[in-house]
């Protein structure tokens, strides 16, 4: 892909992902869902899962996996609110720059 | 590389920075590998790109560089701030071992600056929505005006810094052609002492040759001291005489040097001017 990402959309396909299930998700299959999106690790998505932890926008829980904790992360109100702006400004974005290219003929 | 290793290094890596974010980040990246299974453990490491990208990006964020800047590129993370020579984990940010060539670390700079008029728009929760095709319009104008006057402001600086500068600049300039004339001078009196001395001496050794074989008539000890003394004074002649051919020898070779240098410094200066001019 030839277009970045940047934070907000990165932050935006995160919560997306976390919200896909109402128990949350580990970081793994978040990975996993990102993935589907955008190229991207492990390691990158543990500073932004961290922010996001740290904003409130998501909050995290142990539980019992195979005999070992496995940390799950959950949308909070604030994230959900946030998801949901996230949501409405890419719909304008989006439907604009789709308006432009059909504008051009293509 | 395995997962204990991985683990390991990114533990020792991680050092220094408080016992509880060293657990959490330890325990999601112990969770993201073994989530992954054993047949892909492979894969999840080499994902996570080195152990030391790791360490820095959670480094980096803790200590609240991440906040804001960087982008996600097709090639991972980029973050402008991390090119600075100083930051020496800025590549490592990035998967490893991956060269950037030259068109490449020009997309991201382009990038880079598209990424930050970025958050303003999508981030800020007051940012209206009225035509937002013509506020990235407006939003790429003031990009070159301010790289316009970025460029003038420099201009500006570097004129007020020479003006200020040039006093020490000139007194600095005065002192290398007092030292550079002064060696010069030197060096051309000393060459002139040689090849003064070297004739004198060639002299002297023919007189008292010449007075040695005409003592040596009459008293042969005299005659034969004066044609020792002659045979002193010719060697020193000799080895004047060949300290000056190499003094010669070497300037002869300098200036050689100096026009071979010069020449081809101009030369490549005229060959880039022609490349430019072509298009």
């Given at each position: 892909m030839v277009f970045n990402t940047g934070a907000a959309l990165l932050d935006a396909i995160v919560l997306a992902a976390v919200s896909k299930a109402a128990e949350g998700s580990y970081g793994y299959r978040i990975t996993q869902d990102v993935r589907k999106a955008i190229d991207i690790s492990e390691s990158t998505l543990y500073?932004?899962?961290?922010?996001?932890?740290?904003?409130?926008?998501?909050?995290?829980?142990?539980?019992?996996?195979?005999?070992?904790?496995?940390?799950?992360?959950?949308?909070?109100?604030?994230?959900?609110?946030?998801?949901?702006?996230?949501?409405?400004?890419?719909?304008?974005?989006?439907?604009?720059?789709?308006?432009i290219f059909k504008e051009a003929g293509i | 590389?395995?997962?204990?290793?991985?683990?390991?290094?990114?533990?020792?890596l991680l050092q220094g920075i408080p016992d509880a974010d060293r657990e959490e980040a330890l325990a999601y990246y112990r969770d993201c590998i073994e989530e992954a299974g054993e047949e892909d453990e492979e894969d999840v490491i080499?994902?996570?790109?080195?152990?030391?990208?790791?360490?820095?990006?959670?480094?980096?964020?803790?200590?609240?560089?991440?906040?804001?800047?960087?982008?996600?590129?097709?090639?991972?993370?980029?973050?402008?701030?991390?090119?600075?020579?100083?930051?020496?984990?800025?590549?490592?940010?990035?998967?490893?071992?991956?060269?950037?060539?030259?068109?490449?670390?020009?997309?991201?700079?382009?990038?880079?600056?598209?990424?930050?008029?970025?958050?303003?728009g999508s981030a800020g929760p007051g940012?209206?929505?009225?035509?937002?095709?013509?506020?990235?319009?407006?939003?790429?104008?003031?990009?070159?005006r301010g790289s316009g006057f970025v460029r003038f402001a420099k201009a500006v600086l570097i004129v007020v810094l020479v003006c200020v500068a040039s006093p020490f600049v000139l007194g600095a300039a005065g002192i290398v052609a007092g030292i550079v004339s002064f060696v010069g001078a030197v060096?051309?009196?000393?060459?002139?002492?040689?090849?003064?001395?070297?004739?004198?001496?060639?002299?002297?050794?023919a007189a008292l040759g010449a007075?040695?074989?005409v003592f040596l008539l009459g008293s042969p000890l005299n005659g034969m001291f004066l044609i020792g003394l002659a045979l002193i004074s010719l060697g020193c002649g000799v080895l004047g005489a060949v300290l000056t051919g190499l003094v010669f020898?070497?300037?002869?070779?300098?200036?050689?040097?100096?026009?071979?240098?010069?020449?081809?410094?101009?030369?490549?200066?005229?060959?880039?001017?022609?490349?430019?001019?072509r298009p």
């Open positions: 500073p932004v899962l961290r922010r996001l932890l740290q904003e409130e926008c998501l909050s995290a829980y142990d539980r019992a996996i195979d005999g070992r904790n496995r940390r799950y992360y959950k949308i909070t109100e604030k994230g959900r609110v946030q998801l949901n702006l996230y949501r409405s400004e890419w719909s304008v974005y989006s439907a604009n720059i789709t308006r | 590389m395995k997962k204990q290793e991985f683990l390991e290094r990114l533990e020792y080499a994902r996570l790109g080195s152990p030391e990208r790791a360490a820095a990006l959670i480094r980096a964020d803790l200590s609240g560089n991440l906040k804001d800047g960087g982008s996600f590129t097709d090639n991972g993370f980029t973050d402008e701030r991390f090119r600075d020579p100083n930051f020496e984990v800025a590549n490592r940010l990035d998967l490893p071992d991956r060269v950037q060539d030259q068109e490449g670390s020009g997309e991201t700079h382009g990038d880079g600056a598209y990424f930050q008029a970025d958050p303003g940012a209206s929505n009225s035509g937002p095709a013509g506020s990235g319009q407006t939003g790429g104008a003031p990009g070159k060096v051309i009196t000393a060459i002139l002492v040689t090849v003064g001395l070297t004739v004198l001496a060639f002299i002297i050794a007075f040695g074989v020898w070497m300037a002869v070779l300098l200036v050689k040097v100096v026009v071979k240098l010069a020449r081809r410094l101009i030369g490549s200066r005229t060959a880039k001017r022609k490349e430019a001019g």
